[in-house]
């Protein structure tokens, strides 16, 4: 047996292993998001055999989604598969901010409509990106405990994270290696985040004190793009509100 030939047949069996595993993987995804979509109500998509699977609905009145997607890293020779789950919570929370890890930094920084924060007088971590349209406004949301739970929201273990705050609705996108696999884990994950939701959402009395300290737009605002992390055929944000 020459070397050359020894050394193919150690790569075709890396290969069909590596294969294998994918598959496994990717079943057993298929079946964690079949279950948990079962007993949420939700709308399950198990996709083609070798395919990503995918899943969306409402759960509490937030719009939940999990899909696979392709992230882009022009810095790597190719691309990875990122697992995307989504929240769009169609309450009002403060006029407006973005947030997120440095990996969205050049997406926050593409909203003109939005300036740096100054995050002086909070307890914040200056790797996390914070830009926001009327620095009065957030000032008044950014109680202690609200900027706790955008840090723990911002801190999810080994994923890119997005949030886009305005008066009508708070998106909140997770993009992570994790093919999530685990219905329990998945199970606890969104009960977690719906936790922080709910207690980052400003009532209607939080609303109104927020509109009366707006400050004077000095930057017209800003179509808002999907990020150009991840190719998908969803948009994470709408088009930002036109001013009336």
């Not at 008066?167 to 884990?185: A, C, D, L, W, Y």
Request: proline residues 5%; contains cysteine.
């Amino acid at each position: 047996m020459s070397i050359w030939f020894f050394l193919w047949l150690i790569m075709a069996l890396i290969l069909i292993g590596a294969t294998g595993w994918s598959t496994i993987i990717l079943l057993q995804q298929k079946q964690a998001w079949r279950e948990y979509a079962k007993n949420k109500g939700l709308n399950f998509d198990p996709g083609k055999f070798f395919a990503p699977c995918s899943m969306d609905g409402r759960i509490d009145g937030v719009e939940l989604s999990f899909f696979t997607a392709t992230q882009q890293n022009p810095e790597a020779r190719k691309n990875r598969q990122v697992t995307v789950f989504q929240l769009t919570d169609s309450h009002g929370y403060v006029d407006g901010a973005a947030l997120g890890t440095t990996e969205v930094r050049n997406f926050i920084d593409e909203l003109t409509a939005l300036r740096p924060f100054d995050t002086s007088t909070i307890d914040w971590e200056s790797k996390y990106i914070f830009h926001a349209r009327n620095n009065k406004s957030l000032n008044a949301f950014l109680t202690a405990e609200r900027v706790k739970i955008l840090k723990d929201l911002l801190g999810f273990p080994s994923a890119d994270v997005l949030i886009v705050l305005d008066e009508t609705e708070g998106i909140f996108r997770f993009e992570t290696s994790s093919p999530m696999t685990n219905v329990e884990k998945i199970t606890s994950t969104v009960d977690k985040l719906m936790s922080r939701l709910k207690k980052l959402r400003s009532s209607d009395a939080d609303l109104k004190q927020f509109s009366s300290l707006k400050e004077e737009r000095t930057l017209p605002p800003a179509p808002m793009e999907p990020p150009v992390a991840a190719e998908d055929t969803e948009s994470i944000v709408e088009e930002e509100k036109k001013e009336t």
